[in-house]
């Protein structure tokens, strides 16, 4: 009978052992899974923000690159408007020529007239005479 309650004795002392193991780990079960779910939750957070932060950097990308395109687009119409402009002012300069070239030709023209005329009328004070 003593080794029977002494049995009893330990068993109980076991059971009481065994019911505070099994409480420490419902315990430290909970608490894992409260961390977890708190960590999950930062990671969310986390995640949500780098989405967030990226969607603004694509938005920034997009943006400069269509402000790239109309750079591009605007340099090409400067460089098309300098080389028309270059084209224009050799037209210009060309037509100038032919205008100094026929004032020229027309004071030459009225020159000679002179001359002429002052030949034939007898001007004395013609210095080609």
Do not use: P, W
């Not at 004795?9 to 505070?20: L, Q, V």
């Not at 687009?73 to 028309?84: C, F, G, S, T, V």
């Amino acid at each position: 009978d003593r080794h029977r309650s002494m049995l009893e004795a330990t068993r109980s002392d076991y059971d009481m052992r065994i019911e505070a193991l099994e409480s420490t780990v419902k315990t430290l079960m909970s608490d894992s899974q409260k961390k977890i779910e708190r960590l999950r939750s930062q990671k969310d957070a986390e995640v949500a923000e780098i989405k967030k932060a990226l969607s603004l950097v694509e938005r920034d990308r997009d943006e400069l690159f269509s402000s790239l395109r109309s750079l591009q687009e605007m340099k090409r119409d400067i460089e098309d408007d300098a080389e028309q402009s270059e084209a224009l002012n050799e037209e210009v300069l060309s037509d100038n020529r032919g205008c100094n070239v026929q004032s020229v030709e027309i004071e030459d023209q009225k020159r000679q007239k002179q001359i002429v005329d002052d030949l034939s009328n007898g001007n004395k004070d013609n210095k080609f005479c």
